[in-house]
């Protein structure tokens, strides 16, 4: 099940019923064994302070597991963060997780310590976009109103 807390606080998502119109939602992952979850956990609070409604999955996920709880939280965005190094990998499985599923409605946007010569890579694995290590939190927040506008949802 995906864990709800962000940035040390209790549970912040417990008042949120139902996925309210119009708002957002994004699930943060941290996939693989990459247990550096600072900068999810800072993006999560940006994108919570931004309006969106955020679930954090917690350290040490499978792409399996991030992609259940993605469909069972009924969010529009997954959001992962990884500095492992082990991004190719894991995005490709991704992806496939995410085919299996009949979810690819759901984007997908990476970040965190992710080469540029890896980019393409990522897209073709399904990545909708990437977010630059050290992006400024407006950087964040509207590249994913961006990619819910393009579809036409906000």
Not at 22 to 42: C, P, Q, W
Not at 64 to 80: R, Y
Not at 116 to 133: F, H, K, N, R
């Amino acid at each position: 099940m995906a864990e709800t807390s962000i940035a040390g606080h209790a549970n912040p998502m417990a008042d949120i019923e139902a996925h309210s119109p119009g708002t957002i939602r994004v699930l943060v992952a941290k996939l693989g064994l990459d247990g550096h979850d600072r900068g999810a956990k800072i993006v999560a609070r940006i994108l919570r302070d931004a309006g969106m409604e955020v679930v954090y999955t917690g350290l040490y996920k499978s792409p399996d597991e991030v992609v259940n709880a993605a469909i069972q939280e009924d969010v529009d965005v997954i959001g992962v963060s990884l500095l492992s190094g082990s991004h190719v990998p894991l995005f490709r499985e991704l992806g496939r997780c995410l085919r299996e599923q009949k979810a690819e409605h759901i984007f997908v946007v990476a970040g965190g310590v992710i080469p540029e010569q890896d980019y393409a890579a990522l897209s073709d694995s399904g990545v909708d976009a990437i977010v630059p290590q050290e992006a400024r939190a407006d950087l964040i927040v509207t590249t994913i109103r961006n990619l819910i506008a393009a579809r036409g949802r906000i």
